[in-house]
């Protein structure tokens, strides 16, 4: 009895250990080695229903800054939006829409600010005046605008200035200089040395020319007069 007990014990304590090891196994698979960066994203207006228009314009980046600009209407001509200025990056997100007409009524400049996952709209004009209009503001878009039908049923939506953005720091555009160039004189110009007169350096070897009176190699030498020949009536003088 004694040696069965201690066989079960045996049995289940290895069972144990063996559950226990598959489990830190499982958890351990289960826990990503590194959270992915979160992707930035803007954009400028779109619209569903009866005049669909999609995201205009539109940026995403999870690292370096990206912009786009433009302008987007529907093609029944229930909306425009005009400049529309949208950037994106790690931790940073911003869409502005310059002037915002739905249904021949202006309701102003419209803007949406993301930094570090915090996001922040404000707007210049006000909701119009308008029995098939809805307008609202904030809430996940800059303003949200719906056209309403018979009945009061929506049959267009308009949705402006929406962002999202993560936590991070955009990565620097452009690398600052290490230090200033060496300027190199022109070739044949003289240089100066520290304190001193400028030294002019020779373009070319100097010609030699041979001194007069000297047999140039490949010409004739010169011949030596001949002595005085005396003539009658004139007699040399020696002494």
Do not use: W
Request: with cysteine.
């Amino acid at each position: 009895m004694v040696r069965t007990s201690r066989t079960v014990l045996a049995g289940i304590g290895a069972g144990g250990a063996l559950i226990a090891s598959a489990t830190a196994l499982v958890l351990t698979a289960g826990a990503p080695a590194d959270a992915a960066a979160t992707t930035s994203t803007a954009y400028g207006v779109s619209a569903s229903g009866v005049d669909p228009v999609g995201a205009t314009p539109s940026v995403s980046s999870n690292g370096a800054v990206k912009t786009a600009s433009g302008a987007a209407a529907g093609k029944a001509g229930t909306f425009s939006a005009t400049g529309i200025t949208v950037r994106a990056g790690a931790g940073i997100a911003e869409a502005t829409v310059g002037n915002l007409t739905v249904g021949g009524k202006s309701i102003g400049s419209v803007s949406a600010k993301c930094s570090n996952g915090k996001t922040t709209y404000s707007h210049s004009g006000s909701a119009p005046a308008a029995s098939n209009l809805k307008v609202s503001f904030g809430g996940g878009a800059g303003a949200t605008v719906q056209i309403t039908g018979a009945g009061g049923k929506a049959v267009e939506t308009i949705t402006v200035a929406v962002v999202k953005c993560g936590t991070g720091t955009p990565p620097p555009t452009s690398q600052p200089p290490t230090g200033q160039p060496t300027q190199q004189p022109p070739t044949g110009q003289p240089t100066q040395p520290p304190g001193g007169q400028p030294t002019h350096q020779p373009s070319g070897k100097p010609s030699k020319q041979p001194p007069t009176g000297t047999h140039r190699p490949g010409s004739t030498p010169d011949k030596p007069a001949p002595p005085p020949v005396p003539r009658d009536g004139h007699h040399p003088v020696t002494g």
